[in-house]
């Protein structure tokens, strides 16, 4: 396990990126909210968190917000939702597109919230973890501000799970070495569980939803690395290998021979 930190991802602090990497995330964040798989693993969390009308919901590194938004329309009448981000650029975004529902968009930490302890009924925090340096910060963050009773609904890749097939197996292992340092917490998804008991959460429940991606394009808005499109900034790719890559997985998806899987967690718990 690494130490608390030291972790970095582009995702880290976004707001430090160039402006045209900060809008590529953004456009990112918007293609995994329209992708079916994205939706899937959404609906098992709702059903997790169940929102329910006249409930305070706090959706941490809500992005450009399309979460926090549709939380907000499910505790209509009397609910509100505090959607709260690191990145100030992400945030903006986020209250651009704000369509008028009990929605507070704030900058903050999440592990370190400014915000009284018991004060929400639920936490949603989508694919945050992994980018933090201190998750287990962060876990006991989420539990502090829930009230006793209320739930914290925590999802995330488990990126050791991702597997392909279609491409040369030797190629894709290059790959893979190259984009190490971006899967330095390769496992947060599967970790949750067992992170979330040791902050003293009851009722835990963790399920795996394995994601299925049978061409490039339908991979691409949550695998970057077989985007063609994608900046290569966060990533140092050896010379000549990001080509040979991605030839190779055109090859495979002009074949039908490309396909991908990826396991997200969906971990819930119940604050005593
Ligand atoms: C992969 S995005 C997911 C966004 C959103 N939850 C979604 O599912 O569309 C990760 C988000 O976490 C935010 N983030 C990173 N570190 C954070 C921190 N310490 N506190 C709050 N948000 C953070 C990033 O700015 C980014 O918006």
Redesign the pocket.
Known sequence: MEAAGTHHTP??D?DTLPSDEIDWMIGM?DR??ADPEIRRVREVARAALRPAPGQRLLD?????G??ARDLAARVRPGGSVVA????AS?IAVAERRHDGGPVEYRT????ALDLPDDSVDGVWC???VQ??PDPDAALAEFARVTRPGGRVCVIDTDWQSLALDGVREELYTEVLQALGGLFTKAATGRSLRRRMLARGLGDLAATPVTLFFGTPESAAAVLPFVDPAAPTGPVTWPEGLRERWLAEVERAGAAGEFLAVLTIWVAVGTVR
């Open positions: 995702f880290t976004v964040l995994m909210s941490v590194g809500c992005g450009a399309d979460v709260l981000d690191y990145s992400t903050g930490d999440a592990q989508e694919r945050v980018h933090l």
